[in-house]
């Protein structure tokens, strides 16, 4: 008796499995998705005088991205602006620090939806070498 009674358990999940996968919509063009950002610097610690790259990249599977802002000292100015119009987009912006100590680097990527999302890097710049 048990094993027909796993058996019809088995089958019952097995429908249900089988008629959720039936109701799963896929996302239509255009509709808001995530942005996915990463923001890195070259070097990842930078040294005071010397210019240092930070790197942004952004992407988003059904909204183009817009615009990357970045705000080297984290100060609530944007200090450059960078404008596209992909899904996928890298931007690279370069800055030299005059002082030695931590820094927190902030960028803000703006879909064309008006989502916005922002992400912070931590840098240490050190003094020069003598």
């Known amino acids: 008796m048990r094993p027909r009674l796993l058996i019809g ?3 019952a999940l097995l429908l ?3 008629g959720c ?6 996302t239509p063009p255009g509709t808001p998705g995530v942005t996915e950002v990463t923001l890195s610097s070259s ?3 930078p040294v005071v005088g010397t210019p240092t790259t930070l790197t942004v990249t952004a ?3 059904n909204t183009k991205i817009d615009t990357i802002d970045i705000d080297f000292e984290n100060d609530g100015t944007s200090d450059e602006e960078q404008t596209f119009d992909a899904l ?3 931007a690279t912006f370069s800055h030299v620090y005059t002082a030695a100590g931590s820094v927190i680097v902030r960028t803000e990527v703006e879909d064309q939806a008006g989502g916005i999302v922002s992400k912070t890097l931590l840098l240490i710049v050190e003094t020069p070498p003598q």
């Open 21 to 26: 996968a039936g109701n799963i919509v896929p």
């Open 16 to 18: 249900i499995a089988v």
């Open 88 to 90: 996928s987009v890298s």
């Open 59 to 61: 992407a988003n599977s």
């Open 43 to 45: 070097p990842s610690s």
């Open 9 to 11: 358990a088995f089958a």
